[in-house]
């Protein structure tokens, strides 16, 4: 309103400037009449000379119409009216005004009529597509209010004084205000039946009018359809449609003339805004100042009315229409096709009526755009504009979403498939997963990936991690993220899907696992690998939003948890990352790969399965020192303390620092016998040839390490001689100690001194440093004295555990590594007579020898022993080098496995009553789902217990009375003092 | 009903104490109370103490738990006669008896107990359906119950 406060002023201003103007001479007469009578206001004007006076003003208002303005004077006029409503003649002054008005104004109504008549007669069948004709009523209309607007100031200035005095008392419209009034009525709202000869219906309309006024009941044109008003607003709603589907051709030169009559409504809107007293009947109505009041009689909107409910009816109508018809099958919109191809970035394969999700996205993109700019260049005001906005919004996105989701090929499904199946670069067990994803995928990222070549995905760069991510389909991705984050709940969809895939791919590589199509290393890998992918398209295409985030990490952990198996799995990978995988990398890469896999043990609920696992592996690391490296190692323990605090790695800890210290001892140990070399020659050395058997040993902390009671078995004599001697200097220096010898993970150097082969250039014996456990170094001694010793013997003389004797046996005969010939053949070890040879023919072009271990599952299989001719033997215990330790697969610890381990589950056990005697010493009474709910909660670092499980562990304790059920309530539990 | 110190007997001082309290001082006056020992006659409160008197009263030594059999038994004894429906006694009795968990072949006083008070709250097959084993607080005995009860209603 402050505009139409602006412009009273300077109409005052105006007004003043004209006074002072014709001040000069221009009027004597009117001045002289003022100032013949200056102070007798009271007396009577008589009717007759006030009508004399009005009739001079109208014709001033017909000259003003006429734009002859320039020719009077408006002191005087202003004068006249003045006097006029002094002298009480307001009313008769008021009314004619109004009079002269709807003449004026009817006259360029019907002026109107008959060109839009002409119009629609001209273009009778052709609606939309008459060319440029059509807007000459919207011109002739913008044309007719600019005029009327002008006109209405003047005629302002003239009335003013009746506009202060009159106006406000009788609860009149001001002038101004009564001219836009007049305009929506007679022109805006006249009926296009009304004939064009307008003076002869002009006292029947007044009538009309005058009637329609007194009952200020809604206009009759309301319910007509066809005003000149709806003519002209269908004909704006055409320039619009045409400017959507890009056939306008003059278009800046449109859109003004559209500003300006969406001006012109709105003017009008607010003319009507205000509630006058336009007649004396509703006189009780307060007036109302604030233009903006809106449920009065005479109220109608005419903007919301004429214009915006159909204009938002209409764009509504149109983009549904244009987005189901891309989306189905249908043809598109005719002429707008080759827009269409340019906007998107269609490969060139569609055809161009139906459009793929991301070419929809970015055609939905560029409309919204387009509604925007329109919007603003039309001047749309701003509820108008956002409620345009929300309904391409709605029709574009929102009801679409779940199809652009879900469409084949190009749906957000569809591309996060590719994505998440693009192959990794060095990872053959995630290619061949993700090589089955492909099978399955029909997109056209499959097309590409399937021509072998990656090459021909453009944008496709590995990270540096070595997972390719298809930065491509990321910004497809992006693009479509950005469109639906306009109508939040759509974004829904997309977060749905995103989680649905996590999903669907995680339990697939869950399968691969179970079928034991991929080991457990490369099934982490795959996890890493597609945990990169699809961290890369939250933080990249769904801009890293905190929901997005949140549903990644529900879904991989979702499937993760699913069993045991993760954890289990992952703490192998780690395993053969921190032996073979980081040996020699540079520190970066360590820290990179150690945080990829934290971020996979963040998932994790079963932390304690890891733990178990992970001990289990670092020990056998320690042991047989087959650590990478020992930084990336202390690097690993502090990432899991930093992520689970000081008590879950307090034991991988100890670990280390029982390594430590078995070197200062060892170091302690060496100097010490150095001492005793000189002084006492040991017999049972010099058996063995002289040489001294140096024994290395981990003295290691029982509790820290996973320890298994496995009886030691008998070793040779002399390493035991060589052990004794240790023990007996560790006892005494370390008085109130215990050692227990695990000979479960040693190792051992044996040379072996053979016979030359038979036809061989060389002649004299080759030896070979072999480098075995101590068990198998304890079944290989014993073929210094006897070439062919059967199972039952070798278990007799060494007890190894059953299993483990097969295993090292048949370790020792595989083909590659045949020091030993089986007796029978094929696969693993009949029984307890079957023969074991000593194998003189035993080749190999190294010097030293590293036996290698076959697992536990192969030690029934694989093998096919010859049979075997004897041949001197001559293996001796040379510097053998062994650890005692125990550090063993124990029960339950089997790689890969799926369940939680047996010792784990005794650990569980044990914290779970643990916590829950906590609880409820502290808590005293406590509801049961409140104390699972807490204990849950305490115990979420470790693992995730079952509410089962749980309440197996408070029966317990009821049980053994530490706590009881409340006798009112058995929900709920007491602690028992 | 007051808790005998020793399993299986009832010592002199306590039946007195017993008898006193019941203001039984002669032999005339037994013989009326005798009918109203019926269980059927006791309220909810008095018949809870009772039955947690079966329990104790039949446990053997130091022993805090009963056998499954003895379990069956008892039940079958204190629980006829209408305090709780006898099909939940019945299929109680059977799911005890067909059940093949180990840990299930002694029978807690807790596990005891709660079943009385399970009735009671679970009267007929339509209350059971209303079973939520996830909110529960009942031993995992009584919810593994449940799930028999289900399965068996699944395959009728």
Partial sequence: ?977 | WEPTKKPAEIQKEEWMAGCHKLQLDSVDKFKKLLPSLDTGFMDREEFGDFYKFCFQFNRSGTHKTLDKDLVVALLKMCLTGGRIQSERLNTYCDFLETTKDESYSKITLDQWRSFLDFSYEYPDADALEKYDESQSAWPVLIDEYCEHMEKLGKKK
């Fill in chain 1, 1 to 977: 309103m402050e505009g139409a406060a602006a412009t009273s002023t300077s109409a005052r201003s105006n007004s003043a400037n004209n006074n002072a103007s014709s001040s000069n001479g221009n009027a004597a007469s009117s001045s002289r009449k003022f100032t013949i009578k200056p102070f007798r206001s009271y007396t009577q004007m008589d009717t007759s000379s006030a009508h004399d006076t009005f009739s001079s003003l109208a014709s001033a208002m017909d000259e003003i119409h006429n734009r002859n303005a320039s020719t009077l004077s408006f002191e005087e006029l202003y004068r006249n009216a003045y006097n006029l409503v002094l002298h009480k003649h307001g009313g008769l002054l008021y009314e004619g005004v109004q009079d002269r008005l709807s003449v004026h104004l009817r006259r360029s109504g019907a002026k109107l009529v008959k060109l839009a008549r002409e119009e629609s007669a001209a273009s009778g069948n052709g609606n939309g597509n008459g060319g440029g004709d059509q807007y000459k009523l919207l011109e002739e209309m913008a044309n007719c209010w600019t005029e009327h607007r002008i006109t209405m100031v003047m005629v302002r200035d003239i009335f003013m004084y009746m506009d202060r005095t009159y106006v406000p008392q009788h609860r009149k419209r001001p002038v101004y205000d009564l001219g836009l009034w007049l305009f929506r009525r007679v022109v805006w709202e006249r009926s296009m039946e009304d004939d064009g000869n307008d003076m002869e219906e002009y006292e029947g309309e007044q009538q009309a009018m005058q009637m329609s006024m007194g009952n200020s009941g809604p206009l009759k044109s309301a319910e007509n359809d066809s005003t000149l008003g709806t003519v002209a607003s269908t004909l704006v709603l055409q320039v619009i449609h045409a400017d959507r589907q890009n056939r306008l051709s003059d278009a800046p030169q449109r859109t003004s003339l559209l500003k300006e009559l969406i001006h012109m409504l709105l003017e009008l809107a607010h003319a009507n805004a205000g509630q006058f007293n336009d007649s004396s009947v509703l006189g009780a109505r307060g007036r109302r100042t604030d233009q903006q009041g809106g449920n009065g009689v005479d109220n109608i909107p005419v903007y919301e009315r004429d214009f915006e409910e159909v204009f938002l009816g209409e764009s509504q109508d149109f983009y549904r229409m244009e987005s189901t018809s891309r989306l189905s099958h249908s043809v598109g919109l005719g002429g707008a096709n080759d827009d269409i191809s340019n906007s998107t970035n269609d490969n060139g394969s569609k055809p161009a009526a139906k459009y793929s999700a991301m070419e929809y996205v970015h055609r939905a993109q560029s409309r919204l755009l387009e509604e925007k700019t329109r919007a603003g260049l039309l001047d749309l005001p701003t509820q108008t504009k956002s409620a345009l906005l929300r309904i391409v919004e709605t029709e574009l996105i929102e009801r679409h979403a779940k199809t652009l989701v879900e469409m084949e090929g190009s749906g957000f499904s569809s591309i996060l498939k590719v994505v998440a199946s693009s192959p990794a670069v060095g990872s053959v067990a995630a290619a061949s997963a993700s090589g089955r994803l492909m099978m399955a995928s029909p997109a056209r990222g499959a097309l590409g990936m399937g021509a072998g070549s990656r090459g021909m995905l453009g944008g496709m760069e590995p990270s540096e991690n070595g997972v390719v991510i298809d930065r491509d389909r990321i910004a497809d991705l992006a693009a479509m993220y950005d469109l639906f984050s306009r109508v939040p709940s759509s974004v829904n969809h997309l977060r749905d899907a995103l989680s649905e895939r996590i999903r669907l791919d995680g339990r697939a590589l869950v399968r691969d696992q179970e079928t034991n199509v991929a080991p457990p290393a490369a099934f982490v890998k795959g996890v890493l690998d597609m945990r990169e992918r699809f961290a890369a398209v939250v933080s990249d295409a769904m801009r890293g939003e905190k929901k997005g985030q949140k549903r990644m990490r529900e879904a991989f952990e979702d499937f993760l948890n699913a069993d045991a198996r993760a954890a289990n799995c992952l703490a192998v990978y780690v395993d053969e990352l921190l032996r073979v995988g980081l040996r020699g990398a540079e520190e970066r890469k360590v820290a990179r790969e150690l945080d990829r896999v934290i971020v996979i043990f963040r998932y994790l609920a079963d932390k304690d399965v890891f733990e178990a696992y992970y001990k289990n592996h670092l020990a056998k690391r320690l042991l047989g020192n087959k650590s990478g490296s020992e930084e990336a190692e202390r690097a690993m323990v502090s990432l899991l303390k930093a992520e689970c605090g000081y008590q879950f790695t307090s034991k991988l800890e100890g670990m280390f620092n029982d390594m430590r210290i078995s070197k200062e001892t060892a170091e302690k140990y060496r100097s010490h016998k150095k001492g005793l070399v000189n002084t006492s020659t040991d017999a049972r050395d010099a058996e063995n040839g002289g040489k001294p058997v140096d024994v290395e040993v981990s003295v290691l902390s029982n509790s820290h390490w996973p320890s298994q009671n496995v009886q030691p078995c008998i070793l040779p004599t002399a390493v035991k001689a060589a052990m004794d001697r240790f023990q007996k200097y560790y006892l005494t220096t370390y008085t109130g100690r215990k050692l227990s010898w695990q000979t479960f993970t040693g190792s051992a150097e044996i040379r072996a001194t053979l016979p030359p082969i038979k036809g061989s250039k060389k002649s004299n014996a080759r030896r070979h440093d072999l480098s075995v456990t101590t068990y198998q170094m304890c079944i290989l001694v014993l073929f210094n004295t006897q070439d062919v010793l059967t199972l039952k013997q070798i278990r007799d003389e060494t007890h190894i555990p059953e299993d483990e004797l097969r295993r090292h046996l048949v370790s020792l005969c595989t083909p590659k590594h045949r020091i030993l010939r089986k007796g029978s053949k094929g696969k693993g070890i009949s029984g307890d007579d079957d023969t074991f040879t000593y194998n003189a023919e035993y080749t190999s072009k190294m010097t030293r020898v590293k036996i290698p271990m076959v697992s536990m599952r192969d030690a029934t299989g694989s093998a096919t022993g010859t049979a075997a001719t004897s041949g001197a033997n001559g293996i001796d215990g040379g510097a053998a080098a062994m650890g005692g330790a125990g550090a063993a697969a124990s029960r339950g610890l089997v790689d890969g496995s799926s369940t939680v381990p047996i010792a784990v589950e005794e650990d569980r056990r044990h914290l779970l009553e643990a916590a829950i005697v906590r609880i409820m010493k502290a808590r005293k009474i406590l509801n049961h789902n409140d104390l699972v709910a807490e204990v849950t909660r305490q115990l979420s670092g470790r693992f995730a217990p079952q509410p089962q499980f749980v309440k197996k562990r408070v029966e317990s304790l009821i049980e053994r009375e530490y706590l009881e059920r409340d006798e009112g309530d058995r929900r709920v539990y007491r602690y028992m003092a």
